[in-house]
């Protein structure tokens, strides 16, 4: 299943992280071209510190950083996940565009308990691509009709978002230090 969720900034659209056939469906009802990777969302900083190549002062940086943020790091398990799969044949059509994995950590109680459900999500903004992200229902049931009269997509939460939070900061850190490189300021 496919699902529409809010997120600290604006709506997301998810999969499971194994959910290979809803992954590329994701980028289909999106328009989305598969040469853009998408974020994963986490349950909390916990997973972050053991399944990342981020140091703890980095995580300790995270867990304080005021501002909603995407994390762009290194993660063996991801990568291990996303070259071999599950041990099936099928593999991700655009595994190799992950050279990092953008992480975000889940900060809604929906976003939390659906990572409790499935494990890590894929997870991107719920707006067709090249169009501004979705903050009401309104929105989302327009851009998403037909998914969701077929359900092909579950919208989580039906109310308006606050349109005002800005896009999270894009970030990664410099090797093991604490300088930070914005790839985008929210």
């Given at each position: 299943?496919?699902?529409?969720?809010?997120?600290?900034?604006?709506?997301?659209?998810?999969?499971a992280l194994d959910d290979k056939k809803n992954y590329e469906k994701i980028y289909k009802i999106k328009k989305r071209s598969f040469d853009k990777p998408l974020a994963i969302m986490v349950k909390d900083f916990y997973w972050l510190r053991e399944n990342t190549n981020l140091t703890d002062e980095q995580?300790?940086?995270?867990?304080?950083?005021?501002?909603?943020?995407?994390?762009?790091?290194?993660s063996d398990p991801v990568e291990?996940?996303?070259?071999?799969?599950?041990?099936?044949?099928?593999?991700?059509?655009?595994?190799?565009?992950?050279?990092?994995?953008?992480?975000?950590v889940a900060s809604q109680t929906i976003d939390e308990?659906?990572?409790?459900?499935?494990?890590?999500?894929?997870?991107?903004?719920?707006?067709?691509?090249?169009?501004?992200?979705s903050y009401t229902f309104e929105e989302i049931q327009k851009d998403f009709e037909y998914y969701l009269e077929k359900n092909?997509?579950?919208?989580?939460?039906?109310?308006?978002?606050d349109s005002n939070i800005p896009a999270s900061d894009v970030l990664s850190f410099v090797g093991e230090s604490l300088e930070v490189e914005y790839l985008r300021k929210g």
């Open positions: 299943m496919i699902y529409i969720l809010p997120t600290d900034t604006c709506y997301g659209i998810a999969c995580v300790d940086f995270l867990e304080r950083y005021e501002k909603p943020f995407t994390i762009l790091t290194n291990l996940f996303l070259k071999y799969g599950d041990g099936d044949e099928e593999h991700f059509i655009n595994k190799d565009i992950y050279e990092q994995v953008a992480f975000r308990d659906l990572v409790d459900k499935f494990g890590p999500i894929w997870l991107t903004s719920a707006n067709l691509s090249g169009t501004w992200e092909i997509v579950e919208v989580l939460w039906g109310y308006d978002l």
